[in-house]
């Protein structure tokens, strides 16, 4: 192995519509020291992180989406390295729960030279490290129909009535802490527990080392209008995160594993946006605190 090659920054140049071109964040690494490697044809995220490694990189920077963020991460935890997250996404879900500020991407660069540590919680679906979630049905379906990408509104919307109305479920049963929970139309698994208390924060995750997966069933009887979720969600947080009896509406908890069962092999999921195939029976779990990610120190 070559010896310490300093920092080491995987770009994904076609995430966000062009940022890390829009920001330059290729020329402002570099004078910060950095080596880049940007993904493409043949140079996918996880290759290019795990050359980086073999090459002596002494720490790894990620400037992409959720997925590209994630696939480095798992690296990252591989071979006992911190991790810079520079929000060059499209929304940068895990880079806004960490509190980077996601509109100046330039600004975690920083971190690369004087960044402070801060150990975070992931989770794991099989081999899978998520840093937001794991969703299955409606999301799920809509990632794996043809063009999503490209219209992703249209394409949810085409999907989600059938699961909202009761026509469609998912062909498992999901261990809550109430109880199995048979057939439901909406499961999403969270690395920690999303924020559900206001529409303000709804999505946000207040905290990632909580140590305890976040998890949301959606299920209401057949014939019977959609749940109105908000209410409902803001409730049981109130209620310390526990729903009522299975089966009636939305369910909410907090586990340290999380697990679905059913007599298919696998069952459509998306993770932290990424369409795939899960072998059944899903487990899904916390790793407390198992990637640290420099943070840029906040001035005073």
């Not at 030279?113 to 975070?120: F, I, Q, S």
């Not at 509104?153 to 998912?170: D, K, N, S, V, W």
């Not at 947080?237 to 907090?254: D, I, M, Y």
Request: proline share 9%; with cysteine; glycine share 12%.
């Amino acid at each position: 192995m070559a010896n310490d090659a300093g920092p080491v920054v995987v770009m994904n140049p076609r995430s966000g519509g062009g940022k890390v071109a829009r920001f330059r964040l290729i020329e402002r690494a570099q004078a910060m020291g950095a080596q880049v490697r940007l993904t493409g044809p043949g140079q996918d995220v996880a290759s290019l992180a795990r050359a980086a490694i073999a090459e002596g990189a002494a720490l790894l920077g990620v400037a992409g989406g959720d997925g590209t963020v994630a696939a480095v991460a798992a690296v990252a935890i591989e071979a006992g390295r911190p991790l810079v997250v520079i929000p060059a996404g499209t929304r940068n879900h895990f880079a806004r729960d960490l509190g980077l500020n996601i509109r100046n991407p330039v600004s975690a660069l920083t971190a690369l030279h004087a960044g402070d540590p801060v150990p975070v919680d992931l989770g794991q679906v099989g081999s899978r490290i998520f840093i937001n979630n794991v969703s299955f049905g409606a999301y799920a379906d809509a990632l794996l129909t043809p063009g999503y990408r490209e219209a992703k509104a249209r394409t949810f919307a085409e999907i989600a009535p059938g699961y909202l109305q009761g026509e469609q479920r998912i062909d498992a049963v999901v261990d809550t802490a109430e109880g199995p929970i048979d057939g439901p139309q909406i499961v999403l698994v969270s690395n920690n527990p999303y924020d559900l208390d206001s529409l303000r924060r709804l999505g946000h995750r207040s905290a990632l080392d909580t140590g305890r997966l976040g998890g949301i069933v959606v299920k209401h009887p057949d014939g019977t209008p959609p749940p109105d979720l908000f209410p409902r969600l803001r409730r049981e947080l109130r209620q310390q995160g526990h729903s009522g009896p299975p089966g009636a509406g939305v369910h909410t908890w907090t586990a340290p594993r999380i697990t679905l069962h059913s007599t298919a092999a696998h069952l459509p999921a998306g993770i932290d946006g990424e369409p795939v195939e899960l072998d059944l029976p899903i487990v899904c779990e916390i790793r407390p605190g198992a990637l640290q990610v420099l943070l840029p120190r906040r001035t005073t």
